[in-house]
C-alpha cells in the first residue's frame, strides 16, 4: 500500500525526522489506514461538487480599520531564540 | 451553603444571584477540588489569588452566569496562562491574547477555573495521546474517559469542575461525554468563534460545552456563541438560546439510521438505545428508520480531511516562534528534530497520513474525493431531516474501555468516532446525554439536527433527560 521510500519521502515533505524503528512501524500502520480510507475510492462521485464550506457564509466583509497588532517584545517573548529584536534561527545553508 | 458541588451550574449560578451563595466561596470550593484532582483532569489550576479576584464583589454577582468557574480545555489560548493543547511541543506556552470564546465566559461570569488535559492537539478518543499523561475515569479508574476533551468530561463527571469547554472534530466532546456520563453539545459549525482555538482540523472544529445537564450546556453555549471579526467562518447564531422546558416530545419525528442494526456495537450500549427510544415513544415521539447511505463512508472521508487539514494547521511547530527547540547547526535538522521530539506518536501518525493525501499526485484521489463525499453526506442529512425532526444513534459503539486496550491499533481506535463523525462533516450539531449504565458504565444517547436547530435539540434532550432521570452523582463520590 504505503512503502518504505513513500514513508521516507511524505517524512521529508512534512520536516519530521523518524528513527529506523519508526520508519518500518509507520509503513505497516499507514498501509492499515489508507487501506480503510480506500473505501470512498469505490464511490460514484461523478458530477459531485466538492465541499470547501459546510455553512453557507456570503463573503465575511469588515470595515478596513488599522488597530494595534503585537508589541514586538510581546511576540517574542516565547521565542526559544531571540537576535537583533527578531527569531533566530540557525543557518538554512550551513 | 453546605452542598455547594450538588448544585449544578445553573442551580449554584441562581443561588449566587439571590445572594444565598458568595462567589468567593463557590470559586474556591472548586479550586481546592480542581487542586486536589487525582484523575489528571487537570493540567493547570488557578491560584488562590484566583478566588479573591472572583469573591464578592467581583464580576460574579450580577453576572448571568454567576461566577460559576469554568475548565476550559488546554487547546484554548488563554493569556499568561499554559496553553499547550496536550503537547510537548508547547510546553509551558503563554499565549499572548485568549480565545474569543473563554473571554465571552469569563465576562459572562464564567472565570477560568483551570486549564483540562487532552488528547494532543485533540487528535484521540481516549486522552491516552496527551503528553502529560492519561485522564482516568471518574466511574471506573482502570478505564479511559474518551477524548479528546477527556479531561474536562471527567472534571465535570467528578465535579472537580462544574461545567467546563472542549472541542469537537469528529466527536471530541460528544463520546468522551458518553463515556463520563454527562451532557456534550457540539455546535453547528460556525456558530461559536474558533479564535484563540489551537487548530486540529479547521473546517471541521468547533467549541462547545460540556455539562452536568441539559440546562447547564443550554446556559453556558448561549454565551459562546456569537460573529467574531477574528474568525471570518463565524456566524451570528440566528436567534436566542433558550432554556429548554419541553416535558414532552408529542410530534417529534426521530430518525434512526439504517444501517444501524446492532452489527459493531456493544450489546449493552444497544439496549439502552433501544430503552431510551422507547421514553422517546412513551413522551409522544415518533421513530422511523431513516437512509443515510453515505453515513458508512464518513469515519473513512474524515481520516483523509482531519489529518490533512491537520498537517497543514501544524506546519506551523517549528521551533522558531514558540515552543520546543531542538537545536543543530542547520535550519533543516532543528525543524525535523523539533517535530520529531516534540509530538507525539499519533500526531506524527496523522501528520504524515496527512502530507501523504495532500502530496503531488494524491490530492485528487484523497482530499478531492473526500470532498465529494462530505457533499453526499451533507446531502443525506439534508434528505433525511425532510422526513424526521431529529437523528438518533448511541453516541459511541461501547463504554469506556481499559487503559492500554486500544493504544496498540490506531484503527480499532478510530472506530469509535463511526457514530460522531457524520455531524460534523455536514457542520450540523448534535448532543450526547446519558442515557443509563451498561456494565456499571455510562452510555450516551446523540441527537443530531439540521444546522442551528440546538434549541430544538436542547428541548428534545431535556424532555429525555427529565424522563431517564439519570443519576450522576456516583462518579462525584
Not at chain 1, 519508526?22 to 458530477?47: F, N, P, Q, Y
Not at chain 2, 459511541?396 to 484503527?411: R, W, Y
Amino acid at each position: 500500500m504505503i512503502d518504505r521510500e513513500q514513508v521516507l519521502h511524505v517524512a521529508r515533505l512534512a520536516r519530521l525526522e523518524l528513527s529506523e524503528d519508526e520508519v518500518s512501524r509507520m509503513t505497516g500502520e499507514l498501509s492499515a489506514i489508507l487501506e480503510h480510507i480506500e473505501k470512498i475510492s469505490a464511490l460514484d462521485l461523478d458530477g459531485v461538487p466538492p465541499t470547501t464550506h459546510v455553512v453557507d457564509v456570503p463573503n465575511a466583509l469588515r470595515p478596513d480599520v488599522p488597530r494595534p497588532c503585537l508589541p514586538r517584545e510581546v511576540a517574542l517573548a516565547n521565542a526559544p531564540a531571540v537576535d537583533d529584536d527578531g527569531f533566530s534561527v540557525p543557518s538554512p545553508t550551513a | 451553603m453546605s452542598d455547594i458541588v450538588a448544585l449544578t451550574a445553573a442551580q449554584a449560578a441562581a443561588a449566587v444571584g439571590k445572594g444565598d451563595l458568595d462567589p468567593g466561596e463557590l470559586f474556591e470550593a472548586y479550586r481546592a477540588r480542581a487542586a486536589a484532582d487525582d484523575l489528571n483532569a487537570f493540567v493547570w489550576v488557578a491560584g488562590e489569588d484566583a478566588t479573591r479576584a472572583n469573591g464578592a464583589g467581583g464580576a460574579g454577582g450580577a453576572s448571568p452566569l454567576g461566577g460559576v468557574p469554568l475548565g476550559v480545555k488546554d487547546l484554548f489560548c488563554t493569556e499568561g496562562v499554559p496553553s499547550q493543547a496536550g503537547s510537548k511541543i508547547l510546553e509551558d506556552y503563554r499565549p499572548p491574547y485568549t480565545a474569543t470564546v473563554v473571554r465571552k465566559l469569563a465576562e459572562a461570569g464564567a472565570p477560568l477555573l483551570g486549564k483540562t488535559n487532552q488528547d494532543e492537539f485533540a487528535m484521540g478518543s481516549s486522552n491516552e495521546n496527551s503528553a502529560f499523561g492519561p485522564v482516568l475515569n471518574p466511574w471506573d479508574r482502570g478505564r479511559v474517559p474518551g477524548g479528546s476533551s477527556g479531561g474536562s468530561a471527567a472534571a465535570v463527571a467528578a465535579g472537580t469542575a462544574p461545567w467546563a469547554i472542549g472541542t469537537d472534530t469528529g466527536g471530541s466532546i460528544r463520546q468522551p461525554a458518553a463515556l463520563c456520563g454527562i451532557v456534550g453539545l457540539k455546535p453547528t459549525y460556525g456558530s461559536c468563534s474558533r479564535f484563540g482555538m489551537i487548530a486540529f482540523a479547521s473546517s471541521l472544529d468547533q467549541a462547545g460545552p460540556l455539562t452536568r445537564d441539559v440546562t447547564d450546556a443550554a446556559l453556558l453555549f448561549g454565551h459562546m456563541v456569537g460573529r467574531d471579526d477574528r474568525d471570518a467562518t463565524s456566524i451570528q447564531f440566528p436567534e436566542e438560546v433558550r432554556r429548554p422546558t419541553a416535558q414532552r416530545l408529542d410530534g417529534i419525528r426521530l430518525g434512526v439510521p439504517d444501517d444501524l442494526t446492532g452489527e459493531g456495537v456493544e450489546p449493552g450500549v444497544m439496549a439502552r438505545f433501544e430503552a431510551t427510544l422507547q421514553i422517546a415513544r412513551d413522551l409522544g415521539a415518533t421513530v422511523e428508520r431513516v437512509p443515510l447511505p453515505h453515513a458508512d463512508y464518513g469515519l473513512s472521508a474524515y481520516y483523509v480531511l482531519a489529518p490533512a487539514e491537520a498537517s497543514s494547521n501544524l506546519a506551523r511547530f517549528d521551533g522558531v516562534r514558540y515552543g520546543l527547540r531542538r537545536d543543530a547547526d542547520d535550519l533543516l535538522t532543528m525543524y525535523t528534530k523539533t517535530r520529531h521530539d516534540g509530538f507525539g506518536p499519533e500526531v506524527r501518525r496523522r501528520i504524515l497520513i496527512g502530507t501523504y493525501a495532500l502530496s503531488s499526485g494524491y490530492y485528487d484521489a484523497y482530499y478531492g474525493r473526500a470532498q465529494r463525499v462530505r457533499t453526499k453526506i451533507a446531502d443525506d442529512f439534508r434528505s433525511a431531516f425532510e422526513r424526521v425532526d431529529l437523528i438518533v444513534t448511541p453516541t459511541s459503539p461501547g463504554v469506556a474501555f481499559e487503559l492500554g486496550a486500544k493504544t496498540a491499533d490506531p484503527l480499532a481506535m478510530y472506530l469509535n468516532d463511526y457514530f460522531t463523525v457524520p455531524m460534523p462533516l455536514a457542520g450540523i450539531p448534535a448532543i450526547s446525554i446519558p442515557c443509563g449504565l451498561s456494565e456499571d458504565l455510562p452510555v450516551g444517547f446523540q441527537l443530531a439536527g439540521p444546522a442551528f436547530s440546538e434549541n430544538r435539540i436542547l428541548d428534545a434532550a431535556y424532555a429525555l433527560e427529565q424522563a431517564i432521570g439519570f443519576d450522576n452523582s456516583p462518579a462525584r463520590a
